[in-house]
């Protein structure tokens, strides 16, 4: 056993070694040292018995010893100082430097924002203790490489040494490593004997804590299990950065530890490419289009694009096109198999899966059957016949372990290969019957919660009946106009994909309906793509189905859709169809609901009469039928085929009349556009005032209820108004905002509003109305 007195002897002979061969004197060393030459002196005659370490790292530096010779005098300094045992180094050894990165990737591409936040973090553990950070992310999306690469980069920032372990938290063989199994190593790593080490894992990592005490190094835990695997490893003094990767986020290492969080997304097509050309050099820049597919087949995860690449480097000859062809019509995870365990799509993604619950793994496999991009907690308990808090649990822990991600709308999704996976998982393990019983509760689940979400947006529209949903399903209930809307929009492209998935998969009666309860958000945004889109699929479904009803109804709405896109001829085909259909099927709201728009392909046609007349029968039949809201449309659209007719003062009673019922049935948004009416009849009457006034309330409304379509048809009225009041500053300023919202929606009306505005610019202000100022 080494005694104080020995070590003070050994560590000033050392001391006073090393300064000679730098050739200074005490005094220069001291200066140098920011130390006294007392205290320097002390140390050379062995009467200091335990210095400072920081004291003996400032002598260090100042003596600018190399690693090696650096570590001999911190050991020299504190043999005795070892968590209590001075026999744990020989006397007289001098423990190693650990240097155990693994080689970096050899091409590393992006990452800029998540170096950065590395680099900020190195500066940090200079001054703050237990400096920690989890890099989270799927599998195959660059942890590891991301972790080591900057190891490597600031390597020189820890001279004390860098140590690296595999937990084995995802792998092919084994369990997880176990902690002591890691400190164990560690310790024999900075050259401690194993008879020496205590016996219990506190002890080792009190011991190990102790070891990195005012040293400086940099340790990556990779592929972390749980956050009870890594506590143990962690240093807790300043001066050492602790990388921990895994595909869990370990959260509880950030609310207990302090460690600093980093998701990794996949990457961006520029670095998907910029992956692919540090592979394949030139080939990309000659080849760029099929680049990109390969790429966006890739799904931008960095395991999938080097395995895309090794295989074109195989086939020097092959062009990228054919390779993307490949991947598009053969199964896409057999395409990126190279006969690599370790670089399997399918082998590392199962890694992920297999450590899951059975509700989170069933969650996770009947999603890779749902068409569209994210599912919700309702959607994801209806999908597996769950209750909603069971659903909730299995999305969370399938987001723990990055094979889901939440976003802020409250859906969840994940890139197109572990969907892939995931919908050959259900068709490997799930039975036919279940998989079609999954996809029907889905397809049920969006179906009654549209159809609750469309009566908020429209509330007087007539419903259409649906069938009870199956067992097990559980509908959300949206409690208010902005509910319906903030629904809609967090799951637009999953619903636009379940009208498609609803026909493909036999569920005809399901399809229209579904594409019937999308209209209301579609008229809301002025989105007549989709909407002439789904209701294709509808007409097709309904037809297969022999549902004339739903038959009718997707031409009328397919008809509408026509008509205000401006293709009024094809508008009239498919309205004269659902005409056709109503009438054979004796339903009064839906012959209504057909004149109602054959009127308004009539108006744009300038034929003024015949639009009065089908607005009239129109009338008649939402009487008969006792259709509140449709007398209100109908008596709106009456007073524009009045204003047509030039009967200004009957055309104002009737959309009066229009404005009173939907005041009185509670509907504002149909509101707004008879008050929009109203003012357009008192322009025409030259009351410009009265005008600009029922104009800004119809904008109010809108604006009140959010549909930028009809503002910014009421915004072009408002303009007019202004312009012919003889203010063309501000009928520029409504025309320009109304520009704006159609620019955005893409809608033909921007044409005219350009013409407009440019007639503003040259002082000759055009008066006729645009397009679309009736319903």
Not at 95 to 114: D, I, K, M, N
Not at 501 to 512: D, E, F, K, V
Request: glycine share 8%; charged share 20%.
């Amino acid at each position: 056993m080494v005694t104080d007195g020995q070590a003070a002897e050994l560590f000033g002979s050392l001391v006073r070694r090393y300064r000679t061969v730098a050739t200074l004197t005490q005094e220069e060393l001291a200066s140098r040292a920011g130390l006294s030459v007392r205290a320097v002196s002390d140390m050379e005659r062995g009467r200091t018995r335990r210095p400072f370490l920081r004291s003996v790292r400032q002598l260090a530096d100042a003596l600018e010893l190399a690693p090696p010779e650096r570590a001999q005098l911190i050991a020299a300094a504190e043999p005795t100082a070892v968590a209590g045992r001075p026999d744990a180094w020989d006397p007289g050894f001098v423990p190693p430097v650990p240097r155990q990165l693994p080689c970096g990737p050899a091409r590393f591409t992006g990452r800029t924002e998540e170096l950065g936040v590395l680099a900020g973090l190195a500066v940090r553990a200079g001054q703050e203790a237990g400096t920690s950070v989890v890099i989270s992310g799927t599998a195959g999306v660059g942890k590891t490489a991301l972790a080591v690469r900057f190891a490597h980069e600031v390597a020189a920032r820890f001279p004390d040494g860098q140590l690296y372990v595999n937990l084995r938290g995802a792998g092919p063989t084994g369990g997880p490593v176990r902690p002591e199994d890691v400190l164990h190593a560690f310790l024999g790593a900075f050259g401690l004997r194993d008879d020496r080490l205590p016996p219990d894992v506190p002890a080792q990592a009190a011991l190990f804590r102790s070891i990195l005490a005012d040293r400086r190094v940099l340790l990556i835990l990779d592929n972390a299990h749980d956050e009870q695997q890594v506590r143990p490893l962690l240093p807790g003094s300043a001066g050492c950065l602790t990388l921990v990767t895994s595909r869990r986020t370990l959260a509880g290492l950030a609310a207990a530890d302090g460690a600093r969080l980093l998701s990794l997304p996949v990457l961006s097509l520029a670095e998907s490419l910029q992956l692919l050309a540090g592979r394949l050099g030139d080939r990309v820049e000659r080849e760029p289009e099929a680049a990109a597919r390969v790429s966006a087949l890739c799904a931008g995860l960095p395991l999938a694009l080097s395995v895309a690449a090794a295989r074109a480097v195989a086939h020097e000859g092959m062009p990228l096109a054919t390779l993307a062809d490949e991947l598009r019509q053969e199964n896409r995870l057999d395409a990126l198999d190279i006969g690599d365990p370790d670089t399997s799509i399918r082998v590392v993604m199962s890694w992920s899966y297999c450590n899951l619950s059975a509700p989170a793994a069933a969650v996770f496999r009947l999603f890779g059957l749902q068409s569209g991009p994210g599912i919700s907690a309702p959607a994801a308990a209806s999908l597996a016949g769950l209750s909603e808090a069971q659903a909730r649990t299995a999305l969370a822990e399938l987001t723990q372990a990055s094979l889901l991600s939440e976003h802020s709308s409250g859906q969840y999704s994940c890139h197109d290969l572990l969907r892939a996976y995931a919908a050959e998982l259900a068709r490997a393990v799930d039975s036919e019957p279940a998989r079609q019983a999954a996809i029907r509760r889905i397809t049920d689940h969006y179906l009654h919660t549209a159809w609750s979400a469309s009566q908020h947006l429209y509330p007087g529209r007539w419903p259409i009946e649906l069938t009870a949903a199956e067992r097990g399903v559980r509908p959300e209930a949206p409690a208010s106009h902005e509910q319906a809307l903030d629904w809609f929009e967090a799951g637009r492209a999953t619903l636009l994909a379940a009208v498609t998935q609803a026909a493909a998969n036999g569920l005809n009666r399901h399809a229209w309906q579904l594409a019937w309860s999308l209209i209301p958000y579609f008229d809301w945004l002025g989105d007549l793509y989709n909407w002439i889109a789904t209701q294709r699929v509808a007409v097709t479904a309904a037809r297969r189905a022999g549902d004339t009803v739903g038959l009718a109804h997707a031409h009328r709405l397919l008809g509408r859709a026509y008509t205000l896109l401006g293709r009024q001829d094809v508008g009239r085909v498919h309205l004269a169809e659902a005409l056709q259909l109503s009438a054979a099927d004796h339903d009064l709201v839906g012959q209504a609901l057909a004149h109602h728009s054959l009127g308004h392909v009539c108006s744009l046609q300038g034929q003024h009469a015949e639009d009065l007349a089908h607005d009239r029968q129109a009338l008649r039949l939402y009487e008969a039928a006792q259709h509140d809201s449709g007398r209100g449309w109908a008596f709106n659209a009456q007073a524009w085929a009045l204003i047509n007719l030039g009967s200004y003062d009957e055309a104002l009673v009737s959309a009066q009349q229009a404005a009173d019922v939907h005041a009185q049935i509670g509907d504002r948004f149909h509101q707004a556009q008879a008050q929009d009416t109203v003012g357009h009849v008192q322009q025409q009457l030259g009351d410009y005032a009265g005008a600009i006034a029922s104009y800004q309330e119809a904008l109010s409304l809108c604006r009140e209820l959010g549909p930028p379509y009809y503002q910014s048809v009421t915004l072009s009225h408002l303009g007019e108004s202004y312009a012919a009041a003889g203010d063309a500053g501000a009928a520029a300023r409504a025309w320009r905002e109304a520009l704006d919202i159609l620019v955005d929606l893409g809608h033909p009306d921007a044409d005219e509003l350009r013409t407009r505005l440019s007639a503003v610019s040259r002082t000759e202000v055009r008066l006729s109305a645009i397009p679309g100022g009736r319903r």
